[in-house]
């Protein structure tokens, strides 16, 4: 072949690869070109001084950023507790600019700043109100993994750390505190990412970590406020055993805290949405156990309110029940259990009984055991034991409930609840069963005194 024309060809060939090339990077994924977050701009009517563009590389602490006193602003290394809408645990952690650095930089709020927006390159929008981002007390619980990963068992809020929204340009998650330890876990990928505390043990905050924040805006609009939220049956006179379900506007982010003391109910109080709408189909078999019914039983006060990012607190709704008379349960006797933990003597009513098998701690899950035919018994509930299926029956008055051995679902009057700790079969061939779990659908009362290890049962 001529000279010439092998020149041509190797032209074309290196032409077609170069275009090949330019095609590949232009067709990147958009989180690879934004990776390592690019300037960061503050915007909006609720700034005094208009705005300002925050570079990448202030960003980075690779030059400085100056505050309205002369000071450099910091780089902070913070780590968070959080929990999603499914719900489930997890931690975070991040380096970067706290937020409240970021908006002094920018000359600070006006008096009439009310809210601020979170805009991201994915398109993704947050916005909250100054008073619950800035203004309320948030922290990490160390130790709100206690017990479960599971976002609906609140864990020990013991030892919190109180911390502050932060602009991350490295972040990175974990389930627990050796891994949100290790620098190496650290990655830019989701700069900028925002990251902030809990407002309480339950709250849910993960959702609203943004990521690829590009411009926060800071607002002057009114704010606005939840609906109360709503209750069915209506409140009025209803029948023993009533289960009394409670609702939110949109029932996802806005969440229902409740009390039944009379008291007036805050974010610290019970949750009773903790599974958000957008989860109900794909935890279909877990909503009756965790957004679990309020079962009315005698007269019965629930206060709630909705609680939820971007507005402020609902207005708190008072939900009155009265038990109709014809249908109260007649006064009896209250029958009193004692049990002690390790122990096989029993007492019913001041009468001494020996088990034949003590109640037990079930490691791993924190749950304690007891023998539910010695229990369902002494409540005068007919018990039931079949060998083919493995399961249990309690039948006391009009419930039911069926249990099957190392089965999660437990049956209530037909109805499919999932239970953290499944039935045993002890040793000595007795079923044993979670004390929570039989307290609470037997409708006794159960206290504990940890100094002796005894369970003190009343109904």
Sequence with gaps: MPTWSRLVCRYIIISLLMLLLAGFIVT??????????????????GLREGGLVVTKEQLLG???????????????????SAINTYPTKTFYRGQGIRLRDLLAAAGGLTEDATMIKFIAADGMQVTFTIQELLDEPAFRFPNFMAGSLAGHIPGDPGQKVAVEPLIAHRSFSAHSLAEIRADQNFNSTDAYHLLFGQRAVTHQNNSRFAKYVTKIEVLTDAVPRWDPPQAAPLPGEVVPGTLVELSGPSSDEDKVHYTLDGSDPTIDSPMYNYIARRWWSARARDLAFINCPI??????????????????????????????????????????????????????DDQSLVLEAAPYLKSGVGRTLVPIRFIGEAFRADVDWDSGSRTVSIKLKDKEIVLRLDSDQAYINGTAQVIDCPPKLHSSGRTFVPLRLISELLGAKVSYEAATSKIIMTK
């Design 28 to 45: 990147l994924p958009a989180g690879a070109t934004r990776a390592a977050g690019g300037d960061l701009e503050l915007a909006g009517p």
């Design 295 to 348: 079962q009315i039983t005698d007269d019965t006060t629930i206060k709630a309110v909705t609680i939820g990012p971007g507005k402020s607190d609902s207005a708190i709704a008072t939900f009155n029940y009265r038990v109709s008379a014809p249908n109260k349960e007649p006064d009896a006797p209250a029958t009193t259990i004692v049990l002690t933990v390790g122990q096989k003597k029993a007492v019913v």
């Design 62 to 80: 690779q030059k400085p950023l100056i505050l309205p006193d002369g000071t450099e602003v910091k780089q902070y290394d913070d780590w968070y």
